[in-house]
C-alpha cells in the first residue's frame, strides 16, 4: 500500500518569512495530493491540491509543486502570517485504491510574530 | 450550511459500553470514510463504504464496526471501547473514483470521544 513521510514534523518560522513542508510518497500510481491544514480541536481543511498531470499549482500565498520522477511534493507558504498557525498533513492517493487518502504524520508549523 | 454533520460533538462513554457515532451528509456522496486520530497524530484510516460496498483496512480493530442504512448516513459502533479508543473520530466523504478523478474529501466537525 501507500507510505507518505512528511518533514519536518515541526517548523518554527517569523512572521513574513517562507514556510516550505515536504512529502515523499511510495505509490507510483499515486496520482492525487492534498494538503490539509488542521487548528487545535478543528476539522482537517483542504488549503491546495494537485494532481500528477500537472507540476505546479498557486494559490495565493500557497504554492505546491510536484516531482513525479522523485516522488515527492512540497507545500510552500510565503509572507507567513500568525494564522498561518497549524498542523499541516499531506496526504495522496490513487485510482487504485478507490481515492482513499494516506495521510502523512503532519507539520506542526508556529508562526512567531 | 454545513455539508458533512457529526454527533456528537464530544462524547464521553465508559470502558466496555458500546458507543455509537454518527455522520450524515447533504453532498450525495458516493463514498464515506471514518477516521480515528490520536492526540498529535495523523489521521487513520478505519473502513470506508463506496455505496453500499463496506471496505475495511487490515489493521482495524474486530471492536470497531459500520454501518451505512442509505447514501445520507453513516455509522460508526464501537462494541468494547477501551482506554486506547479515545480519539477524535473523523467522518469524510467523497465523490470517489466513479466522478473523473475527483477525489476531494469534504470533513465532518468530528466527534471527541473520551473513553474512562
Known amino acids: 500500500g501507500e507510505n507518505v513521510e512528511q518533514h519536518p514534523s515541526t517548523l518554527s518560522v517569523q512572521e513574513g518569512d517562507s514556510a516550505v513542508i515536504k512529502c515523499t510518497y511510495s505509490d507510483s500510481a499515486s496520482n492525487y495530493f492534498p494538503w490539509y491544514k488542521q487548528e487545535l480541536g478543528k476539522r482537517p481543511q483542504l488549503i491546495i491540491d494537485?494532481?500528477?498531470?500537472?507540476g505546479e499549482k498557486k494559490d495565493q500565498r500557497i504554492a505546491v509543486t510536484l516531482n513525479k520522477t522523485a516522488k515527492h511534493f512540497s507545500l510552500h507558504i510565503t509572507e507567513t502570517q500568525p494564522e498561518d498557525s497549524a498542523v499541516y498533513f499531506c496526504a495522496a492517493s490513487s485510482t487504485d485504491s478507490w481515492g482513499k487518502l494516506q495521510f502523512g504524520a503532519g507539520t506542526q508549523v508556529v508562526v512567531t510574530p | 450550511d454545513a455539508m458533512v454533520i457529526q454527533n456528537p460533538r464530544y462524547q464521553v462513554t465508559q470502558f466496555g459500553k458500546p458507543v455509537t457515532l454518527s455522520c450524515s451528509q447533504t453532498?450525495?456522496?458516493?463514498?464515506m470514510y471514518w477516521y480515528q486520530q490520536k492526540s498529535s497524530q495523523a489521521p487513520k484510516l478505519l473502513f470506508h463504504?463506496?455505496?453500499?460496498?463496506?471496505?475495511n483496512e487490515a489493521d482495524t480493530p474486530d471492536n470497531f464496526q459500520s454501518r451505512r442504512p442509505n447514501t445520507s448516513f453513516c455509522f460508526l459502533d464501537i462494541r468494547s471501547p477501551g482506554l486506547g479508543d479515545t480519539a477524535m473520530y473523523l467522518c469524510a466523504t467523497s465523490r470517489g473514483t466513479a466522478w473523473r478523478g475527483d477525489y476531494g474529501y469534504t470533513f465532518g466537525s468530528g466527534t471527541r470521544l473520551t473513553v474512562v
Open positions: 494537485i494532481r500528477s498531470n500537472v
Open positions: 453532498l450525495n456522496h458516493n463514498v
Open positions: 463504504y463506496y455505496d453500499k460496498d463496506f471496505n
